[in-house]
């Protein structure tokens, strides 16, 4: 499967824990997107990357979040001292040269007791 | 800002019944319009898009025309399946100016098709 991947899929953790999010985009695909959704509501973006750099962030992005995408390739989100209102889907999406069209992993849903 | 208003739900409908999901926006200058389709347990999946006015998306039946006049880009589905049951979100695109096509989302409209 040439898809977007994402890993781990489910995460629980108590109020105050780090926790860190992989996502692996389509091989050929140099540009990344993070969203996150929460119950009920459409995704909402976070931040981007072209290759390794990061070139949007989000207001939603607070300092407890960290992206990275070391070597244009696979891409973490990290959360520090994670918050009940944490608690969300994390996207991953992937765009090639054909702009426009982003490809969605499945999501890392996170829940925050 | 830009915006995305779609219709909510749920809709429960018949199999075989006619589909219409409501979705108008709000932007400045020439979005590219999309629906995107959720599975339960699922990422987002790309159903169809449309890059100007008066463009149609259709993708498995599904179809989608862009109406810039109405600013609109309504979904619909003359005989729907069971198995299209899902949920469906109308999300716009436009350069940011510093690199994305970052997307807005509506806040989705969960359909579910009964035998």
């Known amino acids: 499967d040439t898809g977007v991947s994402q890993d781990p899929r489910h995460k629980i953790t108590k109020r105050g824990q780090n926790v860190t999010f992989r996502c692996d985009p389509i091989?050929?695909?140099?540009?990344l997107y993070w969203y996150r959704q929460t119950l009920g509501q459409g995704p909402e973006f976070l931040t981007y990357?072209?290759?390794?750099?990061?070139?949007?962030k989000s207001r939603l992005l607070s300092d407890r979040f960290s992206a990275e995408r070391p070597k244009g390739s696979f891409s973490t989100l990290e959360i520090q001292r994670t918050e009940q209102g944490d608690s969300a889907m994390y996207l991953c999406?992937?765009?090639?040269?054909?702009?426009?069209?982003?490809?969605f992993g499945p999501g890392t849903r996170l829940l925050v007791l | 800002g830009n915006s995305v208003t779609q219709m909510e739900g749920p809709v429960t409908l018949s199999e075989e019944a006619f589909l219409t999901i409501n979705c108008t926006y709000t932007?400045?200058?020439?979005?590219?319009l999309f629906w995107y389709v959720q599975y339960p347990g699922e990422g987002l999946q790309l159903l169809l898009k449309?890059?100007?006015?008066?463009d149609k998306g259709s993708n498995k039946g599904f179809e989608a025309t862009y109406r810039k006049e109405t600013t609109s880009f309504h979904l619909e589905k003359g005989s729907v399946q069971v198995s299209d049951s899902a949920v469906y979100f109308c999300?716009?695109?436009?350069?940011?100016?510093?690199?994305?096509?970052?997307?807005?989302f509506g806040k989705g409209t969960k359909l579910s098709v009964i035998p």
């Open positions: 091989s050929e695909h140099n540009r």
């Open positions: 932007a400045t200058g020439y979005p590219s």
């Open positions: 990357f072209q290759n390794e750099a990061q070139l949007e």
């Open positions: 999300a716009l695109s436009r350069y940011s100016g510093a690199g994305s096509y970052q997307l807005t």
């Open positions: 999406a992937s765009e090639g040269a054909r702009r426009e069209t982003q490809y």
């Open positions: 449309a890059t100007k006015a008066d």
